[in-house]
């Protein structure tokens, strides 16, 4: 089975940083991008930011120049480094990430994480 497991939200100050992880674990043949997302309370789920195979990123406006998405193939892990945080950026943030089983080669499904809390004061 094939899970995602994000950590480090918590509560920062405006103007502090936090650094997300998500691990991916199980039978994994391979992973393609993973990605950011975010959901404030009462608004849709949003992108913050995605990262390629090939380590291509690309990111929200509202965090570009503070936020750095980065991965570590072999720990199966994307990283978020969040900077110069506001009160905006308070949200559930969610990892996602195509994925391709051992024992369905075939196929990529997209995965994702349970979410972890952001909670910037002001």
């Known amino acids: 089975q094939v899970q995602l497991v994000e950590s480090g939200g918590g509560l920062v100050q405006a103007g502090g940083s936090l650094r997300l992880s998500c691990a991916a674990s199980g039978m994994i043949f391979s992973i393609d991008d993973m990605g950011w997302y975010r959901q404030a309370p009462g608004k849709q789920r949003e992108l913050v930011a995605t990262i390629t195979a090939g380590g291509n990123t690309n990111y929200a406006d509202s965090v570009k120049g503070r936020f750095t998405i980065s991965r570590d193939y072999a720990e199966k892990t994307v990283y978020l480094q969040m900077s110069s945080l506001k009160p905006e950026d308070t949200a559930v943030y969610y990892c996602?990430?195509?994925?391709?089983?051992?024992?369905?080669?075939?196929?990529?499904?997209?995965?994702w994480g349970q979410g972890t809390q952001v909670t910037v004061s002001s």
């Open positions: 996602n990430a195509g994925i391709t089983s051992l024992s369905n080669r075939g196929i990529q499904r997209l995965y």
